[in-house]
């Protein structure tokens, strides 16, 4: 009807457009990083690093937090955890705004290209973050904020295309299935 024949020629009039994700790039030098079996979620002694290990240190070099542990640090003395192994370059990329299931589906597909030649990663991850005051959470029910409004999933894709896929949710909220 008239009302929307008069929003339609508001939304034209303002020029208002869905906004594009903002994309960031970042080169990380010398990074400390786990060392990782697909096949070891627990991590073995000397070996690997566990699923929940990598959580973790993923945390701080998202928030880059530094990993060396300094004692006159006041922010932070977390370090990288055992085994680990010092990485020259790792390549950082933060996509934000609204994306689409087949969007991070078509990501996915992009990243695991990279264990192609030449092949330099061992693994690789994907964390996909909901914004943390979303009013649903996974299987639409009521996402709770809480402290933090954790709302994320991380995939981890190895090299043989294995993966581990982490979630996260908060304290009252339903787990997906």
């Known amino acids: 009807g008239a009302e929307g024949s008069t929003l339609m020629s508001y939304f034209s009039k303002n020029q208002i457009q869905a906004l594009k994700p903002k994309v960031t790039f970042s ?15 627990q991590g073995k002694p000397e070996e690997s690093c566990s699923a929940e290990e990598l959580f973790e240190w993923l945390g701080a070099v998202l928030n880059r937090v530094s990993l060396d542990n300094k004692s006159s640090s006041f922010l932070s003395t977390y370090c990288c955890p055992q085994p680990n192994t010092v990485v020259e370059k790792a390549f950082l990329c933060t996509i934000t705004g609204f994306i689409i299931p087949e969007k991070i ?22 964390t996909v973050h909901g914004f943390a005051d979303s009013p649903v959470s996974w299987r639409e029910n009521e996402h709770g904020f809480h402290k933090g409004g954790e709302n994320l999933y991380n995939f981890v894709i190895f090299r043989n295309l294995d993966y581990w896929l982490q979630m996260a949710v908060g304290t009252n909220d339903d787990c997906p299935p």
Do not use: H, M, V
């Open 27 to 41: 080169t990380l030098r010398d990074l400390q990083c786990p060392l990782l079996q697909s096949n070891e979620l």
């Open 105 to 126: 589906i078509q990501l996915l597909e992009q990243l695991c290209c990279y264990f192609g030649e030449p092949k330099l990663a061992y693994w690789l991850t994907l």
